[in-house]
């Protein structure tokens, strides 16, 4: 069986006689860049303030903490963060400043954090005071950290910030508070830097709402940002270190390789990457041209990977970055089993959409990829920003809508 290494479009024709191609979008969900928002020393206000901050805008982000300060307490603290999508990392046994004790813990640090943890690793680190060198480098990646980020800001914006695999263990980040970004405006000026070059940054938080915690900033501060970089999800991955890392290592060793056989009223093809399967468990979102065919089910290993998004030229979907792929053709119904209509009334006008119902009725609209982009109560009008499938929830019932 050829392989196909798969770092732009691939294109298959020979047995289906006509020309098909699929990409892996540079980023999950096909967005043009990726950020993580990171923060150290899991202070006192991170899980009373900042973690519901982020629940209530569907966002996570990363939490570096001291091994040593693990008790029942912040060990419930951390788990309940990590259920909600966040990610736990390492940052050090002790937050020495010694290059030498920090490569000496950085396997028992994460050891000690990996006990503790029910539902994922430690699998990214956090070099205390920025501290690092190629000797701690080598301690942590084979400690088993798969990336780690230190303090210096970023100076490399585009999709190739990690041209090798030491420059995942000197993942840069904008320092927010204290001699960092203290404006919003500031905040937002990175995230423009790093759409326009599709790359992948980081933030630095440490003290949110706390007078007395390094580099606090207020809770507006923290609420004003979440909400601009909220604003702009429809260009921008809101993830964790550890899932921007693995989307970004699997996409670079992917392989695809053509079926032996063709199956009448498919498109199949299988992918494949390099890494171990019990890390490397991040889908990757694929594009599949269609040449103006309609697919109706896609499925992986024979499991279901729910469409995104599909066009008259293309389909998106999320794949395992292991398996066996298979497309069947036929004509896609675009509504799910709910009828809306004994509820709400919905108009589709081009790109708006109108909902007309009860003024206590809970609407939302939901992005192709699934991401809440519009929430209201009662009757309401909203422009969608692309044409696609788009899901009109009212009072939790759900229905899908080709708006174009």
């Not at 029942?72 to 963060?81: D, F, L």
């Not at 790093?194 to 709402?209: C, E, K, M, R, S």
Request: proline content about 4%; aromatic content about 12%.
């Amino acid at each position: 069986m050829k392989h196909l290494l798969i770092f732009t479009t691939l294109v298959f024709s020979a047995i289906f006689g006509f020309a098909q191609s699929v990409e892996i979008c540079n980023w999950d969900y096909n967005k043009k860049s990726a950020v993580a928002l990171t923060f150290d020393d899991w202070l006192s206000t991170h899980p009373t303030v900042v973690v519901p901050a982020l629940q209530e805008r569907d966002m996570v982000a990363t939490f570096y903490f001291i091994a040593k300060d693990l008790n029942a307490s912040k060990i419930s603290q951390i788990n309940t963060a990590a259920d909600l999508g966040n990610e736990i990392g390492n940052h050090s046994m002790t937050h020495s400043s010694v290059d030498s004790i920090i490569a000496a813990e950085a396997r028992p640090s994460k050891e000690k954090l990996d006990a503790a943890l029910v539902s994922q690793k430690a699998l990214t680190y956090d070099y205390p005071f920025g501290t690092f060198s190629d000797a701690t480098i080598d301690s942590v990646r084979n400690a088993g950290h798969i990336a780690a980020r230190g303090v210096w800001p970023p100076t490399n914006y585009r999709y190739n910030f990690a041209s090798s695999d030491n420059d995942y263990y000197n993942l840069r980040t904008v320092g927010v508070g204290g001699d960092g970004v203290k404006t919003t405006k500031d905040f937002a000026k990175y995230l423009t830097k790093v759409i326009n070059g599709g790359g992948f940054i980081t933030y630095l938080y440490h003290g949110v709402a706390k007078s007395g915690d390094y580099a606090n900033i207020p809770k507006d501060s923290l609420y004003a940002q979440l909400d601009t970089l909220n604003s702009l999800r429809d260009k921008i991955w809101i993830t964790t270190v550890a899932n921007a890392v693995k989307y970004h290592r699997e996409a670079k060793c992917i392989t695809i390789a053509q079926p032996d056989i063709e199956t009448p009223g498919y498109y199949c093809f299988s992918i494949e990457d390099t890494l171990p399967d019990s890390i490397y468990n991040q889908p990757l979102t694929l594009k599949v041209y269609n040449e103006g065919k309609t697919f109706c089910e896609i499925t992986q290993n024979g499991e279901n990977c729910p469409i995104l998004y599909q066009t008259i030229e293309y389909v998106l979907f999320r794949a395992l970055p292991d398996g066996n792929i298979s497309l069947k053709y036929g004509e896609w119904d675009l509504n799910t089993v709910n009828d809306l209509s004994d509820i709400a009334t919905v108009t589709v006008n081009r790109h708006t959409v109108s909902v007309s119902t009860d003024e206590t009725s809970s609407v939302a609209v939901y992005s192709p990829q699934g991401q809440t982009i519009f929430k209201h109560k009662g009757s309401c009008t909203y422009t969608v920003p692309q044409s696609g499938i788009y899901i009109i929830s009212v009072n939790g019932l759900t229905q899908k809508f080709y708006i174009h």
